[in-house]
Nanobody, 114 residues
Framework: QVQLVESGGGLVQAGGSLRLACAASGFTFSIYAMDWYRQAPGKQREWVATIGRDDSTGYADSVKGRFTISRDNAKNTMYLQMNRLKPEDTAVYYC????????WGQGTQVTVSS
């Protein structure tokens, strides 16, 4: 089955950490760049980070220095380590692959309390 499945979301206090995972199946994960996006209530979905097939990375200014994107091609899984979380990081987080069917996962909720 071709899909992306996120996990690892939850409720955390400001300043805390969470690690999100995105498990890919049904396609050749290792050859595609992968992204994390997020959508807060009442706001448009926004780009968070990208990891290339060569492990190059890019981050939105709002998360730079706090979030780290990584991938494990042997496990067909992408990660987002989120540190020093802020209430404004509260959102549903989605993984995405543009080059393969512009595919999205179902999302995982992250809630950061102040």
């Amino acid at each position: 089955q071709v899909q992306l499945v996120e996990s690892g979301g939850g409720l955390v206090q400001a300043g805390g950490s969470l690690r999100l995972a995105c498990a890919a199946s049904g396609f050749t994960f290792s050859i595609y760049a992968m992204d994390w996006y997020r959508q807060a209530p009442g706001k448009q979905r926004e780009w968070v980070a990208t990891i290339g097939r060569d492990d190059s990375t890019g981050y939105a200014d709002s998360v730079k220095g706090r979030f780290t994107i990584s991938r494990d091609n042997a496990k067909n899984t992408m990660y987002l380590q989120m540190n020093r979380l802020k209430p404004e990081d509260t959102a549903v987080y989605y993984c995405h692959v543009f080059e393969y069917r512009d595919m999205w996962g179902q999302g995982t909720q992250v809630t950061v309390s102040s």
